[in-house]
C-alpha cells in the first residue's frame, strides 16, 4: 500500500515525528549505561530510577486519556512534547541520585502521557479501518528508522570517559521535540478531527437524539473501559507480552549484553541499528502477512520471535566478550524486530477498532497502561537479577513470559468476532 493512501497532513506529523525520533535515538538505548557507568549511580538503582519512570503513568496516562477524549489528542499531545523535551534535557544534568529523582520525574511526565495521546491522535486522524493498519504500521516503521539513525549517531558520539558527549546527545533529544511542536501548532485543526465520531453525531441530531453514542459511552469514562470484557482480555495478553518484549530492551537486554555478554556501547549501537534495519526493510512484508492472518495468530507470531531473541541472547552470555558474543547480541534484537514488524500492524488498529470514537483516549490510555506495568516489573527484576549474577535466569523468565502471552493470545482470540480477529470469513467479504 504506497504512502499516498495516508492523509498528507498525517504524512507530515509522521515525517515530524521521524525526526524527533532521531533525537530519542541518540539516548534511548544508552540511559542505563549513562546512569550507571558515566554518573556511576549502581546498576540496581539505576533499574529502579528507569522502572519509577513507569510509575508516573498510573496515574498520569489515565488523566492524559481523559482530557483526549474531552479537549483532543492535538492539544494534549502539544503539551505532552514540550513536557518530554523538557525532561530529555534536564536528564543530562544528573550527576548523583538526588540529582537524578527530580530529572527522572519530569522526563517521566512527558513518557507517560506520549504513547497513549499519540495513538490516540493518529487513531482521529485514520479512524477509516480501510488505512488504520497502515497508519501505525507507517509511524513504527519511521519511528525505528529514526531510532536505529540516532543509536548509530549516538554510538559514535558518546562515551563513558567523556560525560560530555552525552550531555551533547541528550540536549539534543530535548530540542527535537520542538519538531513535533511546531507540526502540530502549523498544521490545521480538521486534520485532527474524528470523522467516524463526527458522522455519529450527524446522524444521532437528524433523528433528534440527544447524544450519539461516543458521548454516551464518555460520560462513563473509564467505567466503560474497565466494564470491556474483551478488552480486558487484550490487556492481560498484552501486558505479559510486554513484560518480555519493549519493556525489557532498556535495561534487561542492554544490562545482560554489556555486563554478562561483555558488550560495549558499540555492539549495542550496532544491534539497535540492525533491529531498525530489518523493521525497516521488513516492514511491508509484515503489513502483507498481518493482513492475510488472524490478529490472535499474529500476536502469538511475536510472542514466539520475542522468546527467540531471548535464547539467541542467552547464548551469547555462555561465551562472554567473544566475537562470536558480539555477533549473538546483534542477532538476537534482529530476532526481536521479527517480532516487532507483526505486532506495530495489530495493536493500535485493534484498539481503534474496539474503543467507541467517545473513549479513544481512554482506550489507549489503558492500553499503555499494558506498557506501564512492564516497565515497572521488568526493569526492576532486571536490575537485580543481573545484579545479583542471574541473567540466564532472567532471560529463562522472558521466554516464559512470551509462552504466557501467547496463551493470552488465544484465551483472547476466542472472544473477537471474525472481523475484529480479521479472520478469513470476514476477509472473503471484504
Same mark, same amino acid.
Given at each position: 500500500?504506497?504512502?499516498?493512501?495516508?492523509?498528507?497532513?498525517?504524512?507530515?506529523?509522521?515525517?515530524?515525528?521521524?525526526?524527533?525520533?532521531?533525537?530519542? !535515538?541518540? &539516548?534511548?538505548?544508552?540511559? @542505563?549505561?549513562?546512569?550507571?557507568?558515566?554518573?556511576?549511580?549502581?546498576?540496581?538503582?539505576?533499574?529502579?530510577?528507569?522502572?519509577?519512570?513507569?510509575?508516573?503513568?498510573?496515574?498520569?496516562?489515565?488523566?492524559?486519556?481523559?482530557?483526549?477524549?474531552?479537549?483532543? /489528542?492535538?492539544?494534549?499531545?502539544?503539551?505532552?512534547?514540550?513536557?518530554?523535551?523538557?525532561?530529555?534535557?534536564?536528564?543530562? %544534568?544528573?550527576?548523583?541520585?538526588?540529582?537524578?529523582?527530580?530529572?527522572?520525574?519530569?522526563?517521566?511526565?512527558?513518557?507517560?502521557?506520549?504513547?497513549?495521546? +499519540?495513538?490516540?491522535?493518529?487513531?482521529?486522524?485514520?479512524?477509516?479501518?480501510?488505512?488504520?493498519?497502515?497508519?501505525?504500521?507507517?509511524?513504527?516503521?519511521?519511528?525505528?528508522? !529514526?531510532?536505529?539513525?540516532?543509536?548509530? #549517531? !549516538?554510538?559514535?558520539?558518546?562515551?563513558?570517559?567523556?560525560?560530555? %558527549?552525552?550531555?551533547?546527545?541528550?540536549?539534543?533529544?530535548?530540542?527535537?521535540?520542538?519538531?513535533?511542536?511546531?507540526?502540530?501548532?502549523?498544521?490545521?485543526?480538521?486534520?485532527?478531527?474524528?470523522?467516524?465520531?463526527?458522522?455519529?453525531?450527524?446522524?444521532?441530531?437528524?433523528?433528534?437524539?440527544?447524544?450519539?453514542?461516543?458521548?454516551?459511552?464518555?460520560?462513563?469514562?473509564?467505567?466503560? #473501559?474497565? !466494564?470491556?470484557?474483551?478488552?480486558?482480555?487484550?490487556?492481560?495478553?498484552?501486558?505479559?507480552?510486554?513484560?518480555?518484549?519493549?519493556?525489557?530492551?532498556?535495561?534487561?537486554?542492554?544490562?545482560?549484553?554489556?555486563?554478562?555478554?561483555?558488550?560495549?556501547?558499540?555492539?549495542?549501537?550496532?544491534?539497535?541499528?540492525?533491529? &531498525?534495519?530489518?523493521?525497516?526493510?521488513?516492514?511491508?512484508?509484515?503489513?502483507?502477512?498481518?493482513?492475510?492472518?488472524?490478529?490472535? %495468530?499474529?500476536?502469538?507470531? @511475536?510472542?514466539?520471535?520475542?522468546?527467540?531473541? +531471548?535464547?539467541?541472547?542467552?547464548?551469547?552470555?555462555?561465551?562472554?566478550?567473544?566475537?562470536?558474543?558480539?555477533?549473538?547480541?546483534?542477532?538476537?534484537?534482529? @530476532?526481536?524486530?521479527?517480532?516487532?514488524?507483526?505486532?506495530?500492524?495489530? *495493536?493500535?488498529?485493534?484498539?481503534?477498532?474496539?474503543?467507541?470514537?467517545?473513549?479513544?483516549?481512554?482506550?489507549?490510555?489503558?492500553?499503555?497502561?499494558?506498557? %506501564?506495568?512492564?516497565?515497572?516489573? *521488568?526493569?526492576?527484576?532486571?536490575?537485580?537479577?543481573?545484579? /545479583?549474577?542471574?541473567?540466564?535466569?532472567?532471560?529463562?523468565?522472558?521466554?516464559?513470559?512470551?509462552?504466557?502471552?501467547?496463551?493470552?493470545?488465544? +484465551?483472547?482470540?476466542?472472544?473477537?468476532?471474525?472481523?475484529?480477529?480479521?479472520?478469513?470469513?470476514?476477509?472473503?467479504?471484504?
Amino acid at each position: 500500500m504506497p504512502a499516498s493512501r495516508l492523509p498528507g497532513t498525517l504524512r507530515v506529523l509522521l515525517a515530524a515525528s521521524f525526526v524527533s525520533s532521531i533525537g530519542s !535515538g541518540l &539516548t534511548l538505548p544508552f540511559l @542505563v549505561i549513562y546512569l550507571h557507568q558515566v554518573r556511576h549511580i549502581p546498576l540496581g538503582i539505576s533499574g529502579l530510577l528507569i522502572g519509577g519512570v513507569a510509575v508516573l503513568a498510573l496515574p498520569v496516562s489515565p488523566v492524559a486519556g481523559a482530557l483526549v477524549d474531552r479537549v483532543g /489528542a492535538r492539544a494534549v499531545v502539544l503539551v505532552t512534547m514540550i513536557v518530554q523535551g523538557l525532561g530529555v534535557a534536564g536528564v543530562a %544534568t544528573v550527576h548523583s541520585t538526588l540529582t537524578a529523582l527530580p530529572a527522572m520525574f519530569v522526563f517521566g511526565l512527558g513518557q507517560a502521557a506520549a504513547w497513549p495521546t +499519540w495513538n490516540a491522535l493518529l487513531g482521529v486522524m485514520v479512524d477509516d479501518d480501510k488505512v488504520s493498519r497502515l497508519a501505525f504500521a507507517r509511524n513504527f516503521q519511521l519511528l525505528n528508522l !529514526g531510532l536505529g539513525i540516532g543509536a548509530i #549517531v !549516538g554510538g559514535l558520539v558518546v562515551h563513558v570517559r567523556e560525560p560530555g %558527549t552525552f550531555v551533547a546527545v541528550y540536549l539534543a533529544d530535548g530540542a527535537s521535540n520542538l519538531i513535533i511542536v511546531a507540526a502540530l501548532a502549523l498544521l490545521p485543526r480538521s486534520a485532527f478531527r474524528s470523522m467516524r465520531h463526527a458522522d455519529a453525531q450527524a446522524v444521532a441530531n437528524e433523528e433528534g437524539a440527544e447524544a450519539c453514542p461516543g458521548d454516551q459511552a464518555r460520560r462513563r469514562g473509564y467505567k466503560a #473501559v474497565l !466494564g470491556d470484557a474483551l478488552f480486558r482480555r487484550y490487556l492481560v495478553a498484552v501486558t505479559i507480552l510486554m513484560i518480555a518484549g519493549y519493556a525489557a530492551l532498556n535495561t534487561g537486554f542492554v544490562a545482560f549484553a554489556t555486563s554478562v555478554a561483555k558488550a560495549g556501547p558499540g555492539t549495542i549501537a550496532a544491534s539497535f541499528a540492525a533491529n &531498525t534495519a530489518f523493521i525497516v526493510l521488513a516492514q511491508p512484508l509484515g503489513l502483507r502477512i498481518v493482513s492475510r492472518t488472524r490478529r490472535t %495468530t499474529a500476536l502469538k507470531m @511475536v510472542a514466539a520471535a520475542f522468546a527467540a531473541c +531471548w535464547v539467541v541472547l542467552a547464548s551469547a552470555g555462555l561465551m562472554p566478550g567473544t566475537d562470536a558474543a558480539r555477533a549473538l547480541v546483534i542477532a538476537s534484537l534482529v @530476532v526481536f524486530a521479527a517480532g516487532e514488524v507483526l505486532l506495530s500492524p495489530v *495493536s493500535g488498529p485493534l484498539v481503534n477498532d474496539l474503543a467507541p470514537p467517545g473513549l479513544r483516549g481512554r482506550y489507549f490510555a489503558a492500553s499503555a497502561m499494558c506498557i %506501564t506495568v512492564a516497565n515497572i516489573v *521488568s526493569p526492576a527484576i532486571s536490575g537485580a537479577a543481573i545484579g /545479583a549474577g542471574f541473567g540466564i535466569l532472567l532471560l529463562c523468565f522472558f521466554v516464559a513470559c512470551c509462552g504466557a502471552a501467547a496463551l493470552g493470545a488465544e +484465551w483472547l482470540g476466542r472472544a473477537l468476532t471474525p472481523a475484529q480477529d480479521n479472520a478469513p470469513e470476514s476477509r472473503s467479504q471484504v
